[in-house]
């Protein structure tokens, strides 16, 4: 059964931090690279940070330096710490396989909201 499960959003002031966590299901995790993505109202969904399972990363430029991406293999669980938050982080954040379509299936997604 395909299941992603986000968790760990919330209120945050500017300069805040989060940590997002991701539980994904064996028969997406377990031979993909994963990847957080965010939608802000009224835009299209991005990708923000994306890992092999051999853990390299990569970071968008607008993130770069204050997001981390991880996971754990074993537990079958992807994470993003969230530094140095800004207004314009604030979204819905969801995980996912890297390279996935938007009518490929999805979660619920956390959201995340920055306060100036």
């Known amino acids: 059964q395909v299941q992603l499960v986000e968790s760990g959003g919330g209120l945050v002031q500017a300069g805040g931090s989060l940590r997002l966590s991701c539980a994904a299901s064996g028969s997406i995790f377990s031979s993909s690279s994963m990847a957080w993505y965010r939608q802000a109202h009224g835009k299209r969904r991005e990708l923000v940070a994306a890992i092999t399972r051999a853990g390299s990363t990569h970071h968008a430029d607008s993130v770069k330096g204050r997001f981390t991406i991880s996971r754990d293999n074993d537990k079958n669980m992807v994470y993003l710490r969230m530094n140095s938050l800004k207004s314009e982080d604030t979204g819905v954040y969801y995980c996912?396989?890297?390279?996935?379509?938007?009518?490929?299936?999805w979660g619920q997604g956390t959201q995340v909201t920055v306060s100036s």
């Open positions: 996912n396989q890297l390279g996935v379509r938007d009518n490929d299936y």
